[in-house]
């Protein structure tokens, strides 16, 4: 009986081996137009490496151009709002929220990427299976490495985007980033931030998104597959405890958008007058979603 059960496992492994080194380099977030432009741009390396300097370049690009051009702007001008150094909800989101956003790739590509080949190891996935196993994971990376899917999100940024901006913010002072009579008198400093920062967070914040849904996808694939489960698995989970801890790699982006929350919460206090309970939708919802 033991002799059996032992040629039957070395029978799987062998037959899980040549599909298990062929997949041994899925990744959620390599691939994809914008993933190609940083890598011939010598900002991120075939496993995601030189994160400082995509951090870097990012940042600066958001943020930078925003404190050079308010500063040139506000020379001989007064202006009865808000300033830009005390705008919380422009620091919080460019300087904390953003660079958390990219380096999560690192986070998911590091977490994610062994998760994949742990259902053929254990194996959990049958060999039988393997061919729609193998259809799963292509469609995955068909449609994260999509370019009309990148562009859509751009052109999404760019309407919906600068709608919702145009529609949740009102101009009555004079402000760093726009003058009084209307919510597209911006100064330089304002053109910069609702074309460039604003769209450029959007895009990023969206991509995440978008791999968000491509890894609940694939999930939900696999569980289509008639998988090897155990009910009486040590891990409590039928052996599938692995796949809840991944679950992990996706922190930092809720931190991010959590940050950016509480940015717009202390900018409407602090300079708005606004009362931190009139907020307790916005954080119970942002609560809820997460």
Known sequence: MAETQ?????????THSPFLQERIDFSLVLG???????????????????LHWRLLVITLVA?????????????????????????????????????????AELVAHSRLR???????????????????????IESAVKLRNSIP???????????LGLWEWNSRIGIDTSTWYAMPGGRWHLTKAGFWYVFVSIPLFQFILLRWYLRLFVWFRFLWHVSRLNLHLVPTHPDRAAGLA?????AY?????????????????AS??????????????????FVAFS
């Open 6 to 14: 032992e040629k039957n496992a070395t029978q799987d492994r062998e």
């Open 32 to 50: 994809g137009p914008v993933s190609q432009i940083f890598r011939k741009s010598h900002l991120a390396g075939d496993a995601l490496e030189l």
């Open 63 to 103: 943020w930078l151009p925003l404190l050079v051009l308010a500063i040139v702007g506000s020379i001989g001008r007064s202006f009865s709002g808000l300033s830009f150094f005390h705008d919380v909800e422009v620091h919080v989101r460019f300087l904390v929220a953003l660079p958390v956003l990219i380096a």
């Open 114 to 136: 062994p998760v994949v080949c742990r259902f053929v190891e254990r194996p959990i996935v049958f060999p039988k299976e393997l061919g729609r196993f193998r259809s799963a």
């Open 149 to 159: 899917v990148e562009c859509g999100l751009l052109l999404l940024v760019y309407t």
């Open 242 to 246: 692995f796949l809840g801890k991944s």
């Open 249 to 265: 790699a996706f922190g930092p982006i809720l931190f991010a958008q959590g940050a950016v929350l509480a940015g717009i919460v």
């Open 268 to 285: 409407r206090v602090l300079y708005h007058g606004e009362r931190l309970l009139s907020f307790k939708l916005q954080i119970a919802g």
